[in-house]
């Protein structure tokens, strides 16, 4: 290369670092919970963004499905409810001090159950639900207790956590084929692979 070309090089560079600096974003992020569409939508929003939260409920929707249709109703009235009461709760009481390798434990555990394919009664995977409900229910509802939305955005996030864990649950019961089984136990392994990850991210 020859130094005749240096120069070029340099404006170049400079061109590059110009450009990126001006598609920087100049706000940035983790949860989006402010979409200026009110409450219902901010909740919902915040949901939509937790794939921490959005997992274990695929995982769950997937255990009660293959468990059968009693597991499935279960999970799709229980979830939700636990889910709208201790979100209320965690907006009166605001957030817990708790470290952030606690996220983990829903999808390890449930990601776990379904890799596993174990057997348990109804009640049990209620128990399940009312347990994840009420540990994710009261972090969202402290959180939007932080940002003062009102009881509208337990609603909204409670309302899509209801669509999905119908939609997962009705589809694996519906599902014929043979080589379902096999394909969703492997999505459970996954599951707790990220539970994993997640825990390793939050002992860092």
Known sequence: MTEAGAPGRKRVRAALAAAGILASPADAGA?????????????????????????????????????????????VVILPTAWVVFGFVGMLL????????YESLPLLMLGGLVATDIRMPAWCLAL????????????????????GDGPAAVI????????????VSAAILKAK?????IAMRVVGSWT????MLLLGWGLR
């Open 94 to 101: 605001g957030p817990l001090a708790v470290s952030p390798a």
């Open 177 to 181: 084929w043979n080589w379902t089984r």
């Open 31 to 75: 949860h989006l919970v402010n979409t200026g569409l009110g409450p219902v939508y901010d909740g919902v929003a915040h949901f939509a963004m937790s794939p921490e939260v959005i997992l274990p409920i695929i995982a769950l929707g997937i255990l009660a499905g293959l468990r059968g249709l009693a597991h499935a109703r279960a999970s």
């Open 128 to 147: 399940l639900a009312i347990l994840f409900g009420a540990f994710e229910g009261y972090n969202f509802g402290s959180a939007y207790f932080a940002i």
């Open 192 to 195: 707790a692979a990220s539970g």
């Open 156 to 167: 909204g996030s409670a309302g899509l956590v209801f669509v999905l864990i119908t939609l």
